[in-house]
């Protein structure tokens, strides 16, 4: 598959990461996928659907372990992206452990109509250890699912059906998911979406439309697109947003608390869609602890453990008053499998001390990428917090236009050297590794990255 020279990829295409319909992916297909790789590479491209971002995939895979993911020749990968799945790490012993033991009992499925002590376990155990205030639960198989109950539930307590979200987010795949996400590559030829799905700016200090360099300006006019819809379309039933962006973006503590006294003001709720971020990996348990409580916060990726697909919400008790319908109705809603994973994912997180961890590492990271950021012209800006940490790539310093074939061609050869990592939007390196990452590893990851930014500012092509 090659660029298509009349309509080459824009950054939309890219929003939620590196595509695979570019010459520089038929490069690295070519020099890296053995025989017997390919072999399994064809078979995947004949019998998937193909679509942006998964397939045809950029390589096969035979195993992972810890912050490693292994292709079919064995060559290893320190992995900065895991789906967002591996907070504890790929296959760690003691879930998988957990999971075996769950399998031996015989209570792996609970059919509707029933409980089962894992499943209640898991929602007591939430309940304990997200911010006060949020104790009631729900689950489903996965994050574009629990948005949809998140805005669901919103809509029936409210009663109202209109809601406010971000460009450029991401929430899932699904149709009410997507509608409420912010990127192209979801709505594009799909015709009405859902009603009432208002969008505004995410409060970006690097990159915002107005050229404001002044996080409390930016602050200001991100504030005002919110107010302006909530007076002049009322019937606003939430605002959903991830605390701290996909690339990330990591907005104020003030910006958050404004948004949720306009939400009180206007009869709203706040969603947070911590499907990425939580369970550890802004260095605390929930981005929402550096910022403010949510009415709903939704959960989802780690939550199985790295091994099964999970998620759901938990929310004020307040708000389970809805007998009269049902807003999620999963028949996996309470699998008891899945609920042993979740448990032990955050028994690991916190006898192994991971969001200490990723406090700590992500420090650490922030600064030595700092360091390097000046001597090199290709990096505009750095952002983070914890292990969730955006490296934006540009032309030029003073424009920020974004560097897309020079982080394309970096993204190639950091693989080739041993370290997987996201692009998103185009031209920002994403790194989010298995929260058990030490820093001696952190720092080999930079050193990789720094030396193939190197490479590429001397003229390196792929």
């Not at 992995?79 to 012993?93: E, I, K, T």
């Not at 800006?381 to 394309?408: F, Y």
């Given at each position: 598959m090659t660029d298509k020279t009349q309509n080459p990829p824009s950054r939309f295409d890219r929003e939620q990461g590196d595509i695979n319909t570019t010459r520089n992916r038929e490069r690295y297909w070519q020099r890296n996928l053995s025989a017997r790789a390919r072999s399994v590479f064809?078979?995947?491209?004949?019998?998937?659907?193909?679509?942006?971002?998964?397939?045809?995939?950029?390589?096969?895979?035979?195993?992972?372990?810890?912050?490693?993911?292994?292709?079919?020749?064995?060559?290893?990968?320190?992995?900065?992206?895991?789906?967002?799945?591996?907070?504890?790490?790929?296959?760690?012993?003691?879930?998988?452990?957990?999971?075996?033991?769950?399998?031996?009992?015989?209570?792996?499925?609970?059919?509707?109509?029933?409980?089962?002590?894992?499943?209640?376990?898991?929602?007591?155990t939430l309940a304990g250890i997200t911010p006060d205030g949020l104790e009631k639960s729900l689950f489903c198989p996965g994050g574009s699912e629990a948005v949809e109950m998140a805005v669901t539930l919103a809509k029936q307590i409210t009663g109202h059906f209109k809601t406010i979200s971000f460009w450029d987010s991401f929430h899932g795949a699904g149709f009410a998911a997507a509608s409420v996400g912010g990127e192209a590559l979801f709505k594009r030829g799909m015709g009405p979406m859902m009603p009432g799905a208002m969008h505004v700016e995410f409060p970006n200090y690097y990159r915002n439309p107005w050229g404001f360099d002044s996080p409390e300006q930016v602050d200001e006019a991100c504030l005002h697109q919110i107010k302006t819809i909530l007076e002049r379309q009322p019937g606003v039933a939430a605002v959903i947003g991830e605390p701290v962006s996909a690339t990330p973006v990591v907005p104020s503590a003030s910006y958050w608390e404004q948004v949720k006294e306009l939400c009180r003001q206007y009869g709203a709720l706040l969603i947070f869609d911590e499907i990425i971020e939580g369970f550890g990996r802004t260095g605390k348990m929930f981005a929402?602890?550096?910022?403010?409580?949510?009415?709903?916060?939704?959960?989802?990726?780690?939550?199985?453990?790295?091994?099964?697909?999970?998620?759901?919400?938990?929310?004020?008790?307040?708000?389970?008053?809805?007998?009269?319908?049902?807003?999620?109705?999963?028949?996996?809603?309470?699998?008891?499998?899945?609920?042993?994973?979740?448990?032990?994912?955050?028994?690991?997180?916190?006898?192994?001390?991971?969001?200490?961890?990723?406090?700590?590492?992500?420090?650490?990271?922030?600064?030595?990428?700092?360091?390097?950021?000046?001597?090199?012209?290709?990096?505009?800006?750095?952002?983070?917090?914890?292990?969730?940490?955006?490296?934006?790539?540009?032309?030029?310093?003073?424009?920020?236009?974004?560097?897309?074939?020079?982080?394309?061609?970096?993204?190639?050869?950091?693989?080739?050297?041993?370290?997987?990592?996201?692009?998103?939007?185009?031209?920002?390196?994403?790194?989010?590794?298995?929260?058990?990452?030490?820093?001696?590893?952190?720092?080999?990851?930079?050193?990789?990255?720094?030396?193939?930014?190197?490479?590429?500012?001397?003229?390196?092509?792929?």
């Open positions: 064809e078979r995947d491209r004949k019998y998937f659907l193909h679509q942006n971002l998964s397939t045809p995939v950029m390589n096969v895979l035979s195993g992972a372990s810890g912050i490693y993911i292994r292709d079919l020749d064995g060559r290893q990968y320190m992995d900065m992206h895991g789906n967002g799945v591996h907070n504890a790490g790929f296959n760690h012993p003691e879930i998988i452990r957990a999971v075996k033991e769950q399998l031996d009992t015989g209570m792996t499925f609970c059919p509707r109509r029933y409980t089962n002590e894992k499943a209640v376990d898991l929602a007591e929402c602890e550096h910022f403010t409580t949510p009415d709903i916060l939704v959960l989802g990726k780690s939550l199985g453990g790295g091994l099964l697909p999970f998620a759901g919400l938990v929310t004020r008790p307040e708000f389970d008053r809805l007998e009269h319908i049902s807003i999620g109705h999963y028949t996996h809603e309470k699998n008891s499998l899945c609920a042993a994973a979740a448990l032990a994912e955050i028994d690991c997180i916190h006898s192994e001390n991971l969001v200490e961890n990723a406090g700590r590492t992500g420090t650490h990271a922030m600064e030595r990428l700092n360091q390097i950021k000046d001597k090199h012209p290709l990096i505009g800006n750095i952002a983070g917090l914890g292990l969730h940490i955006g490296i934006d790539l540009v032309r030029d310093p003073e424009t920020k236009e974004r560097a897309l074939q020079e982080a394309e061609i970096i993204m190639y050869k950091a693989m080739e050297k041993g370290l997987a990592f996201k692009l998103i939007e185009g031209n920002i390196i994403t790194l989010r590794p298995a929260l058990t990452i030490s820093i001696e590893e952190m720092d080999q990851a930079i050193d990789i990255i720094d030396n193939t930014i190197s490479e590429v500012e001397r003229g390196a092509g792929y």
